[in-house]
């Protein structure tokens, strides 16, 4: 299946954020445990102890680390931000009219649609495992039925492609690894790009005049604190190339990478690189003897073995759920 230029961008993006994961899965779960213990129990002389220097590991870990969990709370943001749009929306929605439902059922998100109770046009999708689309009262009043239609083929778009799942990702990455700047321009391609491929699919179903008549009309973004962070939006942001698009009948072409996003990602990868390879020299290597014979030996030394190696991972994963998930979850819980 051929990808469009917007899961392009996305799927380049995810690769990119992915690199600093693989490079830590080759320097080993062991040693990472090492490092925290030997942290943990003798302070930072404990990573130059038994002949070893584990600096350059602990710097890598330490990159490592404060990347994700600027990661996990950009995440934990957006997620609590969807969970409040969706209770204001729900608070506001009214009963469909017969006409609204049968063309959602046309266009494929029967059942997914909700009018919401706001006099500005504008429709957006939201919802991170179970997308909806709202529409405003305001643009109902606003479009006719081709133009409606053409904004919910725009929406299924999003809805189908799990735009608002996506952006999750493409908004988290690029915070957490500043060290690699391309991704920061492979997220503003991706903004883009889902907005040109939606307008798009509704140009194939309703044609070019109707999406352009409900583009012109439902431009506006409605007053809500946790939208920008929590919905698929285009807004005003990319209305200069979805104009472009609508004119010309074919996509423009993205903005090129800029030299010194590339570099600097360069740059990036490769102090990671190195930092890999001193961590391995200095100490990586046989860091889980080390390690069982600095906590006297015994079954904690497994952490390098076959079976160590995968309940160590286990372990890691299973904190950062417990950090991050269950307390975005409580937080939302109310009083």
Same mark, same amino acid.
């Given at each position: 299946?051929?990808?469009d230029?917007?899961?392009?961008?996305f799927?380049?993006?995810?690769?990119?954020?992915?690199?600093? !994961?693989?490079l830590?899965?080759?320097?080993?779960?062991?040693?990472?445990?090492?490092?925290?213990?030997?942290?943990?129990?003798?302070?930072?002389?404990?990573?130059?102890?038994?002949? +070893?220097?584990?600096?350059?590991?602990?710097?890598?870990?330490?990159?490592i680390?404060?990347?994700?969990?600027?990661?996990?709370?950009?995440?934990?943001? +957006?997620?609590?931000?969807?969970?409040?749009?969706?209770?204001?929306?729900?608070?506001?929605?009214?009963?469909?009219?017969?006409?609204?439902?049968?063309?959602?059922?046309?266009?494929?998100?029967?059942?997914?649609?909700?009018?919401?109770?706001?006099?500005?046009?504008?429709?957006f999708? !939201?919802?991170?495992?179970?997308? &909806?689309?709202? $529409?405003?009262?305001?643009? =109902?009043?606003?479009?006719?039925?081709?133009?409606?239609?053409? $904004?919910?083929?725009h929406?299924?778009?999003?809805?189908?492609?799990?735009?608002? =799942?996506?952006?999750?990702?493409a908004?988290?990455?690029?915070?957490?690894?500043?060290?690699?700047?391309?991704?920061?321009?492979? &997220? *503003?391609?991706?903004?883009a790009?889902?907005?040109?491929?939606? *307008?798009?699919?509704?140009?194939?179903?309703?044609?070019e005049?109707?999406?352009?008549?409900?583009?012109?009309?439902?431009?506006?973004?409605? *007053?809500?604190?946790? =939208?920008?962070?929590?919905?698929?939006?285009?807004?005003?942001?990319?209305?200069?190339? &979805?104009?472009? +698009?609508?004119?010309?009948?074919?996509?423009?072409?993205?903005?090129?990478?800029?030299?010194?996003?590339?570099?600097?990602?360069?740059?990036g990868?490769?102090?990671?690189?190195?930092?890999?390879a =001193?961590?391995?020299?200095?100490?990586?290597s046989?860091?889980?003897?080390?390690?069982?014979?600095?906590?006297?030996?015994?079954?904690?030394?497994?952490?390098?073995?076959?079976?160590?190696?995968? $309940?160590?991972?286990?372990?890691?994963?299973?904190?950062?759920?417990?950090?991050?998930? &269950?307390?975005?979850?409580?937080?939302?819980?109310?009083?």
């Open positions: 299946m051929k990808l230029s917007a899961n392009r961008s799927v380049a993006l995810v690769v990119l954020a992915v690199v600093p !994961y693989a830590l899965g080759l320097l080993g779960c062991g040693v990472l445990s090492l490092v925290v213990y030997r942290v943990g129990a003798h302070g930072l002389s404990g990573l130059t102890q038994d002949g +070893q220097d584990l600096r350059p590991a602990a710097l890598f870990f330490a990159l680390t404060s990347g994700t969990v600027v990661a996990g709370l950009s995440v934990r943001r +957006q997620v609590l931000a969807t969970r409040r749009l969706a209770d204001a929306i729900a608070s506001q929605s009214k009963p469909l009219p017969s006409g609204l439902a049968q063309i959602a059922d046309a266009v494929g998100l029967a059942g997914r649609v909700d009018l919401w109770a706001d006099a500005r046009p504008c429709s999708t !939201y919802g991170l495992f179970s997308p &909806r689309v709202a $529409v405003s009262h305001g643009l =109902l009043d606003a479009v006719g039925d081709e133009e409606l239609a053409a $904004v919910l083929h929406e299924q778009y999003h809805v189908r492609n799990r735009d608002t =799942l996506k952006v999750v990702v908004r988290a990455a690029p915070s957490a690894f500043f060290f690699l700047p391309v991704l920061r321009a492979l &997220r *503003d391609r991706y903004l790009a889902r907005e040109l491929a939606a *307008d798009r699919r509704a140009v194939r179903a309703v044609g005049r109707h999406v352009a008549g409900a583009l012109y009309k439902a431009l506006d973004a409605p *007053d809500l604190p946790d =939208l920008g962070a929590a919905a698929a939006l285009g807004g005003r942001a990319f209305l200069d190339a &979805r104009v472009e +698009q609508l004119e010309a009948g074919t996509e423009p072409s993205p903005a090129s990478l800029s030299r010194p996003a590339v570099a600097g990602t360069v740059i990868l490769a102090v990671l690189t190195v930092t890999l =001193l961590a391995v020299t200095n100490g990586g046989d860091g889980g003897m080390s390690m069982d014979e600095s906590m006297g030996g015994g079954g904690l030394g497994i952490a390098t073995s076959a079976v160590g190696w995968r $309940v160590c991972i286990a372990g890691w994963a299973v904190g950062g759920y417990l950090l991050v998930v &269950r307390r975005a979850r409580r937080h939302h819980r109310p009083a």
